[in-house]
Nanobody, 124 residues
């Protein structure tokens, strides 16, 4: 099995910066892509940014120019650098990964894995 562990959430003032990390661990797996989602109180979970193992990225319009997603393939870790934070960025940030499990010569179709979430609070 694979586990995702997030870190980096904190309380920060508007205009500040935070860097979130999400590390995947387990045995015999390969990452297809990793994403960051967030969920604000009373709202649906939304995609913030995503990156493939090849380095292609995508961002929600609300964070373009402020957030940067990156991946360290050797460490199976994805990062989200968040600058110029706004109060509306407040929420629980979740890491998602699409992962192939490798068992001998068999590679499974990719499955979704989720982290436990990390709280980001931006004060005005």
């Amino acid at each position: 099995q694979v586990q995702l562990v997030e870190s980096g959430g904190d309380l920060v003032q508007a205009g500040g910066s935070l860097r979130l990390s999400c590390a995947a661990s387990g045995s015999a797996f390969s990452i297809k892509a990793m994403d960051w989602y967030r969920q604000a109180p009373g709202k649906q979970r939304e995609l913030v940014a995503g990156i493939t193992s090849g380095g292609s990225t995508n961002y929600a319009d609300s964070v373009k120019g402020r957030f940067t997603i990156s991946m360290d393939n050797a460490k199976n870790t994805v990062y989200l650098q968040m600058n110029s934070l706004k109060p509306e960025d407040t929420g629980v940030y979740y890491c998602n990964a699409q992962i192939f499990l490798i068992r001998g010569f068999v590679i499974s179709p990719p499955n979704d894995y989720w982290g436990q979430g990390t709280q980001v609070t931006v004060s005005s």
